[in-house]
């Protein structure tokens, strides 16, 4: 989508503050790539809500390399004090990527950030990953196993959501997934180019709850 069509998609968005919490995703890590504008998908999410409500406060409280009990621990209670009324928690792939990787302790966590968020008075959006297992840049001694871990994420990410009453945008089984032009040269970001998709996705799924 141009900017001028995600603008409209989001006409008569009412949330005046939102926060962002995670690790890296939330962050904004990720390699430029020309012809993709420079600010990650966040930054850009809180421009284009801003077209409709110029006042929009915006905090971004992630931190890369932070596991989802770690960012509980260190961002729920800055992002209850700063009042969002919409909040976008990206968080897990820390866990997942380590041996430990427990799938009942990351839900339950996710759980008790959705849910306080959620009792707070805030719309929440939660996310999965891109799915590089599907790409060429996956080794493949790694990837069954990668895409099991990466599947139990998205899962489980997915149950919390509806549990909760949050709004999951699936970017595991999204077609750029298997594209190895989104991601960044480490092989676990996204690049500018995957940004670009993964703001237009979240577009998307506010402008699916405004037609509501």
Known sequence: MTTDVLTGSLRGAPWRRLAVLGDSVAEGLGDPVDGYPPPPWADRLADLLREQQPGLAYANLGVRDLRAAQVRDTQLAAALDFRPDLAVVAAGGNDMLRRSFDPVAVEETLSEIVSALRAAGAAVVVMGLFDISRSPLA????????????????????????????????????????????????????????????????VRRLAAELSC
């Not at 549990?163 to 996204?190: E, M, Q």
């Open 139 to 202: 080794d493949d001694d790694r990837r069954v196993g990668l895409r099991e871990r990466l599947g139990r994420l998205a899962r489980l990410t997915r149950r919390v959501a509806d549990r909760h009453g949050a709004w999951y945008i699936d970017l595991g089984d999204h077609p750029a997934s298997a594209d190895a032009g989104i991601y960044s040269a480490d092989r676990l970001h996204v690049n500018a180019r995957g940004h670009a998709i993964v703001v237009t996705e979240t």
